[in-house]
Every structure is written in structure tokens, then in C-alpha cells.
């Protein structure tokens, strides 16, 4: 995440916070917490997996974000959150691309360790977005 995002990101939580009157005052510190690091290769990562997802699955970033629960959307959600931690992103950091908790992303981690052992067009779709990723 660079400067500008993050002091975005702030802004925006800080405003929903006044607007609806709601906390947001621990989300606030954990962003401002988030180390700020330079613009290199993981900048566009989200971007290049989003996309390859889109490719091979059909499921664009928007239903991915989605609070929708369908088991195809919740699958793929665990391959995106196992691809951003190979790009070094941490669980904060991914729970607010997929605007989740955290510990949804931890979660997911887990799920998707276990559908690749246990489930084969979970292992397949996944194979297929990770060779995309790489050619791209």
C-alpha cells in the first residue's frame, strides 16, 4: 500500500465514521499501522490477480468484494486471498481488498489449503489462475 492509499483509505473510514456514527476508530489505527512500503512489482499484483480470476472463472473483482456467500464466489475468494499472501501481502492488508475482517482472510487461508488437497476442480481452476498469473 502506498502513502496516497492509505491516507485515502483514512479519510474515507474517518468520514463514513462521522457520517453514520459508527466505530471505526480500531480500523482507523490498524490503516494507520500498515507500513508503508515502496512502489515496486506487488503494487499491480492485486490488479493482475483480479484479472486473471475474471479470465478463468468469469467472477469479476466487484462480486468478489461482495458480502455475497455463494460457494463459488467464498472458493475463489480463498485462492485470491492464498495468491496476495505470494505477493507478500499480509492478512490486514488483504481483508481490506476484500473488505473483510482479517481474520475472514486468515479463514480463507485455511479453506483453501484444505480444497486443494481434498476438492480436484477446486485444485484445476486454482492451477489455471496461477499459470495465468505467471504468463502474464
Do not use: C, W
Amino acid at each position: 500500500m502506498n502513502q496516497e492509499t492509505k491516507t485515502e483509505l483514512i479519510k474515507i473510514l474517518h468520514d463514513v465514521e462521522v457520517t453514520t456514527g459508527a466505530k471505526y476508530t480500531k480500523l482507523i489505527g490498524e490503516v494507520e499501522r500498515i507500513k508503508v512500503e515502496p512502489v515496486y512489482q506487488r503494487e499491480d499484483a492485486d490488479i493482475k490477480i483480479f484479472d486473471a480470476v475474471e479470465q478463468v472463472t468469469g467472477i469479476n473483482a466487484i462480486r468478489l468484494i461482495s458480502k455475497n456467500r455463494i460457494r463459488k464466489y467464498s472458493d475463489t475468494r480463498a485462492m485470491v486471498v492464498f495468491l496476495l499472501r505470494d505477493y507478500g501481502f499480509t492478512f490486514v492488508e488483504i481483508g481490506l481488498i476484500l473488505n473483510r475482517h482479517y481474520t475472514s482472510a486468515i479463514h480463507l487461508s485455511t479453506v483453501h489449503n484444505a480444497m486443494v488437497n481434498q476438492d480436484k476442480e477446486y485444485r484445476e481452476t486454482f492451477t489455471k489462475i496461477s499459470d495465468l498469473i505467471k504468463n502474464i
